[in-house]
Every structure is written in structure tokens, then in C-alpha cells.
């Protein structure tokens, strides 16, 4: 069965003024369906059809460059969507909140560490909060579209919280200020959202 691309669980327009409703349209209605159907043709007719998007990256050839630039920007731009919300957001709390201040500190010197990953991921790419096994959370970021499930490639772990750092994601709205955008990021951050994932991945 083919990857189908996941609708948002929110209108276009509903994260305002951090993300504006053109960006977010183009974001998932053309870049995100680009992703998703080029994905489909280079797995078509290969052992990899019909697998988890995980397995896939997991298991990874790191040669295969059409199934590293599609299958990571189908499961990050994924994952992205889940991890904002216009409402019913939370907060940071309870065992991620532990585990995040046992290794930045607090949250706001964990805002800082994101943001700077983020802020300096040179040219186009991701920055993420990533879960090893037994709970310890970790920052990382990743050129282009990869991601932390696949082989080798940086911090390892589940990611939980990932963010897009390619122009195409705030270019409109911020033109060259992505610290701005960075920084209204952490205004839509859905913590619940992200919270379940640790609880899942850890
Ligand atoms: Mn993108």
C-alpha cells in the first residue's frame, strides 16, 4: 500500500501569526505531497513497499538517495505537523519535563540549546529532540531531510521534536530571520503531542 499524506489536524490558517496559513499550504500541499509521491515511485516494485516508513529508514542504504531525500521528508514533515497544535497544547511536563531538565537544566536553557541547533544547521535541514532507550533526551540537527532513525546519522534515538529549517518553511513569512521563526516555533509546540511520543519511544 502506498504512503498517502497524512491531512493536518488543523486548518491552514490556525497557527497564525507564528506560521502563516500560505506557508503552511504550500508547506504540506505541495512539498510535503512531493515528498510522499516520490517516495511511492522509488519504492515501487522494490522490497521496501509495503513496510513501515520506519522500517525503511531504520534499515536504510544511505546510497539510495531518492529513498533518504523522500521517505526522510515524508517522516519528518509527519512528524512536524504532529508536534504543533493551535489548542489543547500543554505544557512541559512530567517525565519529559524531568528528563529535559536532568540534561539542559531547565526549560528555558533547553529552548536555548534547541534554538542554537536549529539557528546554526548551515543551509537546509532539521533540528531535533531525540529519546534513547531508558529516557535520556538529546538535541541534535541533520542537513537535508535526514533524520535521527536512520543508520549513522547524528544523534541516534527516536525523534520527538523536530523542526524545519528549510527556507521553504518560513522563507515567506520571515524571509532571512530564522531566529524569529525558530523562536515562534515554541509558540505552537503541541507538548502533549511530544510528550506521548517519549512516553512511546523511551
Ligand atoms: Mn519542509
Redesign the pocket.
Known amino acids: 500500500m502506498a504512503f498517502e499524506l497524512p491531512k493536518l489536524g488543523y486548518a491552514y490558517d490556525a497557527l497564525e501569526p507564528h506560521m502563516d496559513a500560505r506557508t503552511m499550504e504550500i508547506?504540506h500541499s505541495k512539498?510535503h505531497q512531493g515528498y510522499t509521491n516520490n517516495l511511492n515511485n522509488a519504492i515501487a516494485g522494490t522490497d521496501l513497499e509495503g513496510k513501515s516508513i520506519e522500517d525503511i529508514l531504520g534499515n536504510l542504504d544511505m546510497n539510495n538517495g531518492a529513498v533518504r531525500n523522500n521517505g526522510g521528508g515524508f517522516y519528518n514533515?509527519s512528524l512536524f505537523w504532529d508536534v504543533m497544535n493551535p489548542e489543547d497544547r500543554g505544557y512541559l511536563s512530567g517525565d519529559l519535563k524531568d528528563a529535559i531538565e536532568a540534561e539542559y537544566g531547565s526549560k528555558d536553557e533547553f529552548i536555548a540549546a534547541f534554538s542554537k541547533a536549529a539557528a546554526t544547521r548551515f543551509g537546509s535541514g532539521w533540528a531535533w529532540l531525540c529519546v534513547h532507550k531508558g529516557g535520556k533526551v538529546e538535541i541534535c540537527s541533520t542537513p537535508n531531510q535526514d533524520n535521527p532513525l536512520m543508520p549513522g546519522v547524528s544523534c541516534g534515538g527516536t525523534p520527538i521534536l523536530g523542526l524545519?529549517v528549510?527556507e521553504?518553511?518560513y522563507y515567506l513569512n520571515y524571509q532571512n530571520r530564522r531566529p524569529d521563526y525558530i523562536s515562534a516555533f515554541f509558540n505552537v509546540i503541541n507538548w502533549n503531542e511530544v510528550e506521548r511520543r517519549y512516553a512511546e519511544a523511551k
Do not use: F, K, Q, T
Open positions: 508547506h512539498h514533515h524545519d528549510w521553504h518553511a
